[in-house]
């Protein structure tokens, strides 16, 4: 069974940094995968940050795109956001997630995710 955990989130000021981690148990690299962040904001609908994986490009939400970075560490089953210049409007909880299909689906809509991690909050202040 595949599990998730986020940490490294927490409070900073506008402009700091920081970078978010996503522990993978259960799951094999050698298959095919599609690992995301995705964020929900409070009053707001989930949604994508970026994505890495063999059946999905490396791509960015256009609000981050420039200033998020994600990466992946297979030899640690650790995924990474590293977040740069963070806004206020950053401020959201934060998840990874997985699937193994996306059946044509754009890799940073949350349908076609099939596991997910309970979250870790990140609030930016001005």
């Known amino acids: 069974q595949v599990q998730l955990v986020e940490s490294g989130g927490g409070s900073v000021q506008s402009g700091g940094s920081l970078r978010l981690s996503c522990a993978v148990s259960?799951?094999?690299?050698?298959?095919?995968?599609?690992l995301a962040w995705f964020r929900q904001g409070p009053g707001k609908a989930r949604e994508g940050v970026a994505s890495i994986g063999t059946i999905c490009s490396t791509s960015y939400a256009s609000a981050v795109s420039g200033r998020f970075t994600i990466s992946q560490d297979i030899a640690k089953n650790t995924l990474y956001l590293q977040m740069n210049f963070l806004k206020p409007e950053d401020t959201a909880m934060y998840y990874c997630a997985g699937t193994r299909a996306l059946d044509g689906y754009w890799p940073l809509s949350p349908s076609k995710y099939t596991t997910w991690g309970q979250g870790t909050q990140v609030t930016v202040s001005s």
């Open positions: 259960g799951f094999s690299y050698t298959e095919y995968y599609c």
